[in-house]
């Protein structure tokens, strides 16, 4: 039996939706883990809202004990926002999910029960997704799960479901990775021996607009591209190898066609244009691709914070 569990929970402009995560939530929590005694704690992460997001979660926690608030100075992002959480975590077993209540609150026991069985992470696979979310936004999220799938060598389903739940440990693991461009659900990966899944509701955002744009999106599958192999670099070698092997070949073609065809070689202007056009765009890709990298390298360099906590708002030890 799980006797401590932690819940975290990335906040960014939710304030339409806080009131009713809460009462789903707590409802939860207070069936499944019942007791005043240290059962359970929930940690809000404010990241950087700028509506009435942090004063609703102080309210909260100004009525509830187990609840702590981790307000940002700024937005860092959702994975920010939760490592933030995680840094203050005290349960043994973390379930990590999104505000705006696309996770429904009532399948943590299920998760929790995973964890139970001895799975160090459980992953949520979002049953009926098609219907909730629009073309656009399964669509990419579709990639990520097949590029995560191909460069983590973990075959989940869902990656990018946040509904998800860690053993202490992995959390303790995670907290040591220092790089900032991390997506948590495949950093777990990478430190679990045993990873389950469990098929879990997905709804519709309660309220609200998503808070990932195409741009944030692209950013993210990058972040995961470059932070979890070198695959793309050593391809780029390969491509290259290949490329120039193809234009080897298309050179001898075009001397022995000048040769038996000596009448009919001008036309060969405009293949040059195509193949040339297929190279240099090749070449920008590899190029973009190196930049990824540099620019990841130079973001580490720096050595910036991942992310400022302005405030820790908790209750006193001992109160609780
Ligand atoms: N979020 C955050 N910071 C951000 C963007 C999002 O803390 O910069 C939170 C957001 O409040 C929500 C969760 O991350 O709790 C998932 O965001 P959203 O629902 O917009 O993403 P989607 O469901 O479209 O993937
Ligand atoms: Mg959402």
Redesign the pocket.
């Known amino acids: 039996m799980v006797s401590y569990l932690s819940i975290v929970?990335?906040?960014?402009?939710?304030e339409a939706?806080i009131t009713n995560l809460w009462a789903r939530l707590s409802k939860v929590l207070k069936e499944n883990w019942p007791g005043q005694e240290k059962t359970w704690e929930v940690v809000f992460?404010?990241?950087?809202?700028r509506d009435r997001?942090l004063d609703m979660l102080l309210a909260i926690a100004a009525e509830e004990p187990r609840v702590t608030v981790v307000e940002f100075n700024r937005?860092?992002?959702?994975h920010?926002?939760?490592f933030g959480a995680f840094a203050v975590v005290r349960g043994e077993v973390v379930v990590t999910?999104?505000?705006?209540l696309?996770n429904p609150p009532e399948e943590i026991p299920k998760l929790v029960a995973k964890i139970e069985e001895g799975f160090d992470v459980v992953g949520g696979w979002r049953q009926g997704r098609t219907h909730n979310?629009s073309f656009f936004?399964t669509m990419p999220?579709k990639i990520v799960n097949a590029v995560t799938r191909r460069t983590t060598g973990v075959r989940l389903h869902d990656y990018?479901c946040?509904l998800r739940a860690y053993r202490r440990e992995v959390v303790d693991a995670m907290l040591l990775c220092k790089e900032r461009s991390s997506f948590i659900p495949a950093l777990a990966n990478s430190f679990a021996k045993r990873i389950a899944e469990v098929p879990v509701g997905h709804a519709e955002?309660a309220a609200?607009?998503?808070?990932?744009g195409l741009w944030?999106?692209i950013n993210l599958q990058f972040d995961l591209l470059t932070s979890f192999s070198l695959l793309p670099l050593q391809m780029l070698s390969v491509l290259g190898v290949i490329i120039s092997l193809l234009g080897i070949g298309f050179g001898v073609f075009l001397m022995a066609y000048r040769f038996l065809h000596p009448e009919g070689s001008v036309g060969g202007v405009f293949t040059l244009f195509a193949v040339l056009f297929f190279f240099v765009g090749a070449q920008f890709l590899a190029f973009g691709l190196l930049g990824e990298y540099i620019g990841r390298i130079y973001q580490e360099v720096r050595d910036r914070p991942r992310y400022v906590v302005k405030k820790h708002h908790r209750s006193e030890p001992g109160k609780s």
């Open positions: 929970i990335p906040i960014y402009n939710e939706n992460t404010d990241d950087g809202s997001s937005n860092y992002g959702q920010s926002a939760i999910m999104d505000a705006d696309q979310d936004r999220s990018g946040m955002r609200g607009d998503s808070k990932y944030k999106l």
